[in-house]
């Protein structure tokens, strides 16, 4: 069941994401309008219209700032999103099939680490650099727990090939044989889209943080960046907990699609309940509950795959 | 085709609202119209296309404003609201100066010309961007580390109006931290003055529906800053429901709903939980840590939903109060990082307008 | 011949951006200069067929990279000023040094007579690479991990200067630790 698309999907990739990034800016647009007591369907146009606005904003320069490495870190997380998606499967096949899949969607993501401290570094400002260092401390304390979640599911499978995980939940799917890592899982693609709870780092108490100085197109870029990396991780669960295209009647690329925007809603739903989490206090959290939590949880599973 | 027009047309603005002290009331007008309207209200200048005064001018504070108004990338406008009747208005008018895309080229091309020849005139070869580096001192590990000098305040969103607190920041930490006010004047705050606006029609600043609007100003700025927009936004509606003259059948059920909400936000109280922990010899609306405060707040509000309880609603901050929790702000966040910091202060919450022109004592 | 360009494109890539490392005039360019280089360096790697250790190298790169960012920018560097600083001391003695390492390398390569290959690469590199580090060498790699993690610990311990009578007082007997900044679970 298992393939590489042929080549011309790649260029579908970003469609796609750029689809359920805007479902989710639109959807969380919608829920702040409802709470603000406006018409919650303006919501749905709102991230096009704020769109528009800033395509008409000047970019800005600033004085002794590292133009080369600020400029780069904006565009750096919608080309981590789009590269970190070229193995996840839409149905049966995915554009590249690679046998290191997993880690290299482990791979990608961390290349926000970089963006993310270039912007707030070269931006020569003192939010900027706060906003920075601060997802490099959430970096650290979700990136453990999170590998290891993403090694559970390969070790259920026996390999770290996305198609092959996804073949391993035909019987019964590793959400429910994994649910600690599957939930740490979620945590961290909230953590690694600095988004929601843990959207800290460009936060409102740093005055917008590593994206304090940014205008105009750059500042699009960064949240249309944002968007699309929330969608991948969304995106990713599907394969590796949720059994993939599995399911009834429809197609397998039609599950997915369904599956991946039941995730993307999970996600906005959870960003519109809960207050930022501090990541002075989320740090012990990390390495003191979550890290041992998803150590036992592949201990169990491994002893599971020898037993079986 | 005009596509920079078309695309303006259909832009939502992006308001910065900064709150000069004796502004409160044009605040919450401005927060009223923005919210109906939209719109959205920007955390930092850079993004913003709107610049919002509220309340009367004052020379220290303009000098701010103009270097806030340098920092707009532009196409922008400005708009003054001394008084909240003119809010609706002054929003008017900027939006229609946003959408005058001539006069927007002119601004644009006047700013490129002087930036070129800025440029051309004085170019410090030692210090990039002609910045003074940091100096350095040592840190509470010991460590030999830069300090940065960083004012919060009082252009920042969610912030007490005209507050500048001048910190000396290491990384994220703060070392010291000084309290001035920037145009500090006589007068009364906002929430204790007698009500003679047409929205607020009720007299009386007793009356446990102002003090519940007052909570509620609180606890949204709070909410805010501890990133719970969604809590935040609909604290804003209902307070700006509690000023109006007649409330509405159904705001106590609300309200009681909306408290209940963030009383049991467990994350929220982790957020908060020991944060500026204050003695018994403070007054009695300060005591205890953050949770505490936003706590007492939340009690006055289901007071005010509640009309039985309306009785045992505590008294609003009087000036001895917001004088109290000015001279505190110093001691409390020095060696906090700075999402303590903004929590400390936001849970304090200093009403500025009510200490009149008093000069606060240095800090830490 | 596209594996030539795209080999030919990383080779000359990862030299010069290694390069760059010393010629650029500020600690944070120079830390994504040789980024750039390791980066370059794992597409070689995923070209030889060994796509774990290629994208492995990618992956711990970028982290490493960030946490010397930590170290080397945020404890000793300015970091608001972006000061332009020198990256050599003794710059002509270095430039010779590192020309001359790199030649004698570089000779290496081209002189050394390389073995003909006897047999062919294994169908799956990953899993020849897990068998061959956790077979035979299994309880040397598990001791190697102990000893790494137990230096990370100590070392660690050795640096800090407040130890468990600071937080928990002289006879242990606090409740809540006494620090700076408490943590998120209160212990």
Request: charged share 20%; net charge neutral; proline share 6%.
């Given at each position: ?63 002794g700032a590292d133009t080369l490495l600020w400029r780069l870190g904006?565009a750096l ?37 970089a963006a993310?401290w270039m912007?707030?570094w070269g931006a020569d ?184 | ?122 170019d410090d070869e030692h210090m990039p961007g002609?910045?003074?580096m ?231 | ?7 030919a494109v990383c080779a000359v890539g990862a030299v010069a951006s290694g390069v760059m490392v010393f010629v650029v005039d500020s600690m944070a360019r120079a830390t994504f200069a040789l980024l750039a280089s390791f980066v370059l360096t794992g597409v070689a ?12 190298i990618i992956?711990?790169m970028v982290?490493e990279m960030m946490?010397m960012a930590?170290f080397m920018i945020m404890?000793m560097m300015n970091p608001a000023g972006l000061m332009p600083m020198t990256m050599v001391h003794n710059k002509v003695g270095s430039l010779a040094v590192s020309v001359g390492v790199f030649l004698l390398l570089a ?81």
């Amino acid at each position: 069941m298992s393939g590489a698309a042929p080549l011309w999907t790649a260029l579908l990739v970003p469609v796609l994401l750029l689809a359920f990034g805007y479902g989710a800016a639109a959807g969380t647009a919608a829920l702040r309008a409802r709470a603000a007591g406006t018409a919650p369907g303006a919501g749905l146009t709102a991230p096009a219209r704020e769109a528009a606005r800033l395509l008409v904003q000047r970019r800005r320069t600033i004085p002794g700032a590292d133009t080369l490495l600020w400029r780069l870190g904006g565009a750096l997380v919608p080309a981590a999103a789009v590269l970190a998606a070229l193995v996840v499967p839409l149905g049966p096949a995915s554009v590249g099939d690679l046998s290191v899949g997993v880690v290299w969607f482990n791979a990608m993501e961390v290349v926000v680490w970089a963006a993310l401290w270039m912007l707030g570094w070269g931006a020569d400002s003192a939010w900027g650099l706060v906003g920075g260092y601060r997802f490099l401390v959430q970096g650290l304390s979700y990136e453990l727990p999170h590998m290891f979640a993403l090694t559970t599911a390969a070790l259920g499978a026996g390999s770290l090939r996305v198609s092959d995980i996804v073949a391993a939940q035909e019987q019964v799917w590793f959400a429910v044989l994994m649910p600690a890592a599957f939930a740490v899982y979620l945590v961290s693609a909230l953590a690694m889209a600095f988004w929601g709870p843990f959207g800290t780092p460009v936060g409102r108490d740093l005055a917008g943080g590593a994206a304090a100085e940014l205008s105009g197109v750059d500042l699009l870029v960064l949240r249309a960046g944002r968007y699309m990396f929330l969608a991948v991780v969304a995106a990713m669960a599907v394969p590796l907990f949720l059994g993939g295209g599995a399911g009834p009647l429809l197609p397998g690329w039609a599950w997915t699609l369904a599956k991946t925007a039941g995730v993307v809603a999970l996600l906005v739903w959870l960003g519109h309940r809960l207050p930022a989490v501090r990541m002075d206090r989320f740090t012990e959290v990390g390495w003191v509950v979550l890290v041992p939590v998803t150590l036992l949880q592949a201990l169990v599973v491994a002893v599971f795959v020898l037993t079986r | 085709m005009d596509v920079t027009g078309w695309l303006l047309r259909r832009a939502v603005p992006c308001a910065f609202v900064v709150t000069a002290i004796g502004g409160t009331g044009a605040r919450l007008a401005v927060e009223r119209a923005v919210r109906e309207r939209g719109w959205r209200q920007a955390l930092a200048p850079a993004e913003a296309d709107l610049l919002v005064v509220c309340g009367p001018a004052d020379p220290e504070l303009d000098e701010m404003l103009d270097r806030v108004w340098g920092q707009m990338p532009g196409p922008r406008a400005r708009a003054g609201v001394p008084s909240p009747e003119g809010a609706d208005e002054a929003l008017d008018r900027a939006r229609a100066d946003l959408l005058d895309t001539a006069a927007q080229r002119r601004d644009a091309d006047g700013r490129d010309r002087a930036a070129r020849e800025r440029a051309g005139a004085g170019d410090d070869e030692h210090m990039p961007g002609g910045l003074a580096m940091a100096d350095r001192g040592e840190d509470r590990d010991g460590l030999a580390l830069d300090r940065l000098h960083l004012a919060l305040g009082p252009a920042l969103p969610d912030w007490p109006a005209g507050l500048s607190l001048r910190t000396v920041l290491q990384g994220d930490v703060v070392q010291e931290a000084r309290v001035h006010l920037v145009g500090a004047r006589e007068g009364s705050s906002f929430w204790t003055a007698p009500r003679n606006t047409p929205r607020t029609a009720d007299p009386s600043p007793e009356h446990p529906r102002t003090t519940a609007a007052a909570a509620l100003d609180a606890a949204q700025r709070l909410l805010f800053v501890a990133g719970w927009p969604a809590a935040a936004l609909a604290g804003r509606r209902l307070r700006d429901a509690l000023l109006e003259p007649e409330a509405g059948p159904g705001l106590g059920a609300e309200l009681r709903r909306w408290a209940r909400g963030v009383r049991r936000s467990r994350l929220l109280r982790w957020a908060t939980d020991g944060l500026g922990a204050v003695g018994d010899r403070a007054p009695e609306e300060l005591r205890g840590d953050a949770t505490d405060r936003w706590s007492r707040w939340l009690d006055r509000i289901e007071a005010a939903a509640e009309p039985g309880r309306s009785a045992s609603a505590p008294a609003p901050a009087g000036s001895g109060t917001a004088r109290a929790a000015l001279d505190l702000v110093p001691e409390l966040v020095v060696g906090r990082e700075l999402a303590a910091a903004r929590l400390i202060v936001a849970s304090l919450d200093p009403d500025t307008e009510a200490v009149g022109a008093h000069t606060p004592e240095r800090g830490a | 011949m596209t594996e030539t360009v795209v080999f030919a494109v990383c080779a000359v890539g990862a030299v010069a951006s290694g390069v760059m490392v010393f010629v650029v005039d500020s600690m944070a360019r120079a830390t994504f200069a040789l980024l750039a280089s390791f980066v370059l360096t794992g597409v070689a790697i995923l070209l030889l067929g060994l796509s774990y250790l290629g994208v492995l190298i990618i992956l711990m790169m970028v982290m490493e990279m960030m946490v010397m960012a930590v170290f080397m920018i945020m404890y000793m560097m300015n970091p608001a000023g972006l000061m332009p600083m020198t990256m050599v001391h003794n710059k002509v003695g270095s430039l010779a040094v590192s020309v001359g390492v790199f030649l004698l390398l570089a000779a290496g390569i081209v002189f050394v007579p390389w073995p003909e290959r006897t047999g062919g690469p294994p169908a799956d590199p990953t899993l020849a690479l897990g068998e061959a580090i956790m077979g035979e060498h299994m309880l040397v790699m598990m001791l190697v991990g102990l000893v790494l993690f137990a230096t990370m610990v100590s070392a660690t311990v050795l640096t800090t200067h407040r130890g468990r009578y600071d937080r928990y007082g002289d006879d242990l007997r606090r409740g809540r630790p006494d620090d700076p900044i408490g943590g998120g679970l209160d212990r």
